[in-house]
């Protein structure tokens, strides 16, 4: 049974900077894309940055270039999300995501609150 632990979340002021993890644990198989997404209070959850196995990474316009996705494949799977220059727009609950290249299966983290306020 694969499951996913994110932790990091937290308050931050606007300009500051948060990092997410997310370790996978279970039978992970190799084929797989690892991303994060975000659902703000009364919105759709949303793609916010994607990263493959060998690590082409992907990301939305709206945190291009001040976010970075990374992964870990070796001895542990975990998926990191580094966030730099924090908005008001940033805030929510954050969900890591793993999904199986072969079957399309996806599986979801409890997800981690964000909070940018001054």
């Known amino acids: 049974q694969v499951q996913l632990v994110e932790s990091g979340g937290g308050l931050a002021q606007p300009g500051g900077s948060l990092r997410l993890s997310c370790v996978i644990t279970?039978?992970?198989?190799?084929?797989?894309?690892m991303a994060w997404y975000r659902q703000a209070p009364d919105k759709q959850r949303e793609l916010v940055a994607v990263?493959?196995?060998?690590?082409?990474?992907?990301y939305s316009a709206e945190v291009e270039g001040r976010v970075t996705i990374s992964r870990e494949n070796q001895n542990n799977n975990i998926v990191y999300l580094q966030m730099n220059h924090l908005r008001p727009q940033d805030p929510g609950i954050y969900y890591c995501?793993?999904?199986?290249?072969?079957?399309?299966?996806?599986?979801w983290g409890q997800g981690t609150q964000v909070t940018v306020s001054s």
């Open positions: 995501n793993v999904v199986l290249v072969a079957s399309d299966h996806h599986f």
């Open positions: 279970g039978n992970l198989p190799n084929r797989n894309v």
């Open positions: 990263i493959a196995k060998g690590g082409n990474t992907s």
